[in-house]
DNA sequence: ATAAAGTGTGCGAAGGTTCTCTTAATGTGC
DNA sequence: GCACATTAAGAGAACCTTCGCACACTTTAT
């Protein structure tokens, strides 16, 4: 078979016209039995598979699903949003860009491109804060899209982890030890995730009389972990307990802080955020906050399919909890050496 | 504007027809640069952009790359396709499915499925070994396809990673590091780098007098290693060195000789494999060997590119060689102990 | 018996491109 | 100034599907 069949072909072996055919394939109700069937042999003895091309020409939409996301490298949604996809019967495409200084002008174009692919819908994976709402509703134009992770305000369609309960959990967690004495390392600026978190481990110290003692920037990755954590430790190990934006970072910092002879929780307690694979893993076993991934990414899909079943829905959010997972890198505060200083 | 530009309407504007601009658009040289200018002009006052699917249509192709991958979860190689596939041009499609009994079934309904949407390539990634050669070949039709990461055969693309080679680095690390006891924790059944791995161990062992002390199953993640490495110390640690299948596993092994009393390296040295990010914090850091898989991602789609430019490139594959990392997790045997027992 | 409603099927058009063919306009050489 | 080659642009068909409409035929209600 050279080229693959066509409605004409399957018409034509079936005895009745195409458009029947086409109606059969549509499980169009106004078609016999009796034809069905004929058309239906036909269809299995041709292997005939419908051109999604010339569908998708005729009826605007395509049957898929487009994933634009930063940073694909750690796109730990992504299964979750492919396997739901899948079981809709949506195709999955992906498109993920760079954090760079043009990244404005590459959404704006992969945007257009997108447009122009008649995707059905969007889901947006955006840790920067880089679009406003209605600068991204003007660009999507008229497809529905929902952003998984963020939230850019509460006009927008949105699944995401509430990251302000997460780190109150952390914080709360580290009060709740003992620890008045807290370092921060602090995720990439601007990044939505890392801006809630850093804003909000400073409101409930502040809540409890306290202030971090000191701060440093890392890049959510744990070599910048690991460094952060050693700029942390060259002023003297002021700080009984240290909050990292994210697991890695978190595991680069236990690591520096082993370096300089301190131990991890009796010197310092450190606490990550994610609850990462490796974390259980980790020595010691990090305690973290757990975000749930998969539900992120099964939720945000199923809100998009909502939203193009149903395109008048009210713009809504929805939002999971995170978790607290206490494991064995934080511990009371009992080091007679950093009680004597606090 | 309620529905996007089209060819007419940009022929309309600039007074030309539709033809022409379709010229301009794909850079037809006869056009003159007078009547070029016009429609360009045209184009942007109406942000025209093709409609894929119309264009898809008629030509057949579709500019996309489908990458079809059993469990995405951990797809290392997919930032680099998307980069590369994505800075040619091309969309990427992305589909993947678990691995269950019905997997070959799943597989042939997928094909077909993207078969009747005129992808231009594929990309493969079947860690597991579950059609031939021929089987492939003829469930692909005339769609240009290269395997990554594994290979079935040398009547087929594939690009990958010489697993026999970094077994064997590893195998010789751990001899010329003294170890004549070494226990290995090999990964899934069935699964290519799995099998090759454990093959090349056994055989460079033999080939030097020796045997595997023992040796266990896992799954490729940190539990399973965890609890493989638990069986293997539960018949005391007859073993100097262990060899584990991947990163993950080595990492949960840790963990479980920490677990007994026992110390890495200085009782049991371990050795992973693919130096996943985690590993250089592990403590102690993992020795490993190192596969690229960003340049096996990259190299994935440039093969798979060059096939699509010029179908009747004879099949052949690439190769990538790993490379040895040492780090803390391996030693030279001195324990007196185990020096006493072998 | 007759009109109305319902069912199954064929016909033609449309959707936005690209491709081949044809025509018009321009330029070249003697 | 004429035949001829060359270049620019238009005309029409084709790609494969879905959709609205019309037709024929069967059933139901009056």
Chains 1, 2 share one sequence.
């Not at 955006?126 to 929902?146: H, Q, R």
């Not at 971090?212 to 959510?220: D, I, M, N, P």
Request: glycine residues 6%.
């Amino acid at each position: 078979m050279p080229s693959p069949a066509t409605l004409h072909d399957v018409a034509k072996l079936a005895g009745v016209s195409y458009q029947t055919v086409s109606r059969v394939v549509n499980r169009s109700p106004n078609v016999s039995t009796r034809t069905m069937e004929k058309v239906n042999r036909a269809i299995a003895d041709l292997n005939y598979q419908p051109n999604r091309a010339a569908r998708s020409l005729v009826t605007g939409k395509s049957n898929a699903i487009h994933v634009l996301a930063f940073d694909i490298h750690n796109l730990r949604t992504l299964p979750a949003m492919q396997h739901g996809a899948y079981s809709q019967g949506y195709q999955l495409r992906l498109s993920g860009f760079q954090r760079n200084e043009d990244a404005v002008r590459d959404l704006r174009a992969c945007l257009r491109d997108i447009a122009a692919s008649q995707v059905d819908g969007m889901l947006l994976i955006l840790p920067w804060v880089l679009v406003t709402e209605s600068e991204l509703s003007d660009l999507m134009g008229k497809i529905p899209y929902v952003v998984v992770g963020s939230s850019l305000g509460y006009g927008t369609n949105a699944v995401l982890v509430d990251q302000r309960e997460g780190m109150r959990m952390a914080a709360q967690h580290l009060l709740d030890l003992g620890h008045r004495r807290i370092a921060a390392i602090q995720g990439i600026e601007h990044y939505y995730d890392a801006q809630l978190r850093q804003e909000t481990l400073e409101k409930v110290l502040r809540k409890n009389g306290l202030e971090l003692v000191a701060s440093e920037r890392g890049l959510f990755e744990m070599v910048s972990g690991y460094e952060a954590a050693l700029r942390l430790l060259a002023n003297g190990p002021d700080f009984t307990a240290l909050v990292c934006a994210n697991d890695e970072m978190a595991l680069g910092a236990i690591r520096a802080i082993k370096s300089q002879g301190l131990r991890v929780p009796q010197d310092v307690s450190v606490i990550g955020f994610d609850d990462l694979p490796f974390a259980i893993f980790s020595d010691p076993p990090l305690t973290t906050i757990r975000q749930d991934f998969n539900a992120l990414g099964t939720l945000g899909l199923q809100h998009l399919l909502s939203l193009i079943r149903t395109p008048d829905i009210a713009p809504h959010q929805r939002l999971l909890y995170p978790e607290l997972i206490v494991r064995e890198s934080t511990a009371t505060l009992t080091s007679p050496t950093i009680k004597g200083r606090s």
